[in-house]
C-alpha cells in the first residue's frame, strides 16, 4: 500500500515511518532534510503552510492512505505568531484532506486534548471542546477542516508526547532524564493533569486505526493514565533510578504566552475496544521510554 506521512521528522510521525517502511511504500514527508534513521522509505520535503505544497507531494505519489502528525506544536511559539500557526495547522490539514478526497484515500489527522478548556477533565470524544489559545484554536479547527474536506477520515487525539528514540526531539520527559543526571533540579506542574502518550504507543494506535480499521469521526488515543506532571517526573525518575529535586510548581506561577489546560487528559476506552494495539498505562510506557532511552550511545 502506498502510505504517506506528514511531520515526519517528528516525535510521532517518525515512530511511524519506522514501523511502516519495508511493510509498505512509504513517503515521508517534512520541513527540510530528513532527520532519520535511513531506510526503506521516499523522503518530500514539502511545507505545511505554503497552501499546496504537501497537496502536489501526496497527489504525485497517489497515497492511499496518510497519517497526518505534522503541526506547529510549539504552544507559545502559536501564541506569537497565530497567523502563521493558522496557515500550518488548518492550512496544512486543508491540504493534506484535499489531497485525500481527491484521491479517495484514507486519512488519520492527529490532533491533541487542548482543545479542551481543562476544566473538568479526563474528557471522552463526546465532550464539547472549548480550545482556548493559538495553539488549541488552530488544531481545532484543523479537526474541522479535515473532517469536513476529507471523506475517509478519523481524528485521533493525543497528548503530551515523548520519545527515548536516539534523535527523538527534547520533551519535558527527557528533560526529567538529563537534568537528574547533571545533579539539576527539575520543576513540574503539578497543577497540569495530563494523559502522557509514548511516541510509538501513539504512532502504533494512530496506523493500526489508519490501516486496519474503518472507523470514522474522533477518537482519543493518548496513554491510558492521567496523572499530574509531578507524579510523571517522580515515576520517570524512579524507573530510570535518579534521584534529585523535582519541584512542584503551580502553572500561575510562571508566566507563559498561552493558556495551559489544567484539568486535562482524555479517556481512551473507546479506542481500547477498537484496537490491538492498547493505550499504555503509564509505568508501562514509561518502562519502553527507559529501553528506548538504552539504545542511545553516550
Ligand atoms: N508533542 C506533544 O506533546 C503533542 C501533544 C498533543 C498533540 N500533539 C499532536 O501530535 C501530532 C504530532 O506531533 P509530535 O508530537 O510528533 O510533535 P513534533 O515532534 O513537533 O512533530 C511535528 C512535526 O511537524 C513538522 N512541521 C512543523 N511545521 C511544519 C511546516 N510548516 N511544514 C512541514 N512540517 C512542519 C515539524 O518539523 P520540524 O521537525 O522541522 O520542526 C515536526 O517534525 C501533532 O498533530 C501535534 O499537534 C502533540
Redesign the pocket.
Known sequence: MRVAV????????GEAVARLAGRHQVLAL???PCRLAPGPYAWAA????DGQGVERALVDFRAEAVLH?????DVDGCERDPAGAWR?NVG?CEQVARACRALAARLVA?????VFDGLAGPYGEEDVPNPRGAYART?RCGEEAALLLADDVAVAR????YSGRPGA?A?FSTQIVEKLTRGEPVKAFADQFVSPTL?ANGAAMCLELLLETSFRGVIHASGATVLDRVDFARRVARRFGLSGEIIPVRTSEVKLPAPRPLRAGLKVEKIAALLREQPLPVDAAIDRFHAEWLQRRP
Open positions: 506528514t511531520g515526519a521528522n517528528g516525535l510521532l510521525g517534512g520541513r527540510g514539502a511545507d505545511l503552510g502528525a505534522g503541526a506547529a506544536t500550518v496544512g492527529v490532533s491533541t486534548d487542548y488544531k493525543v497528548a503530551v508526547v526531539k520533551t511516541a
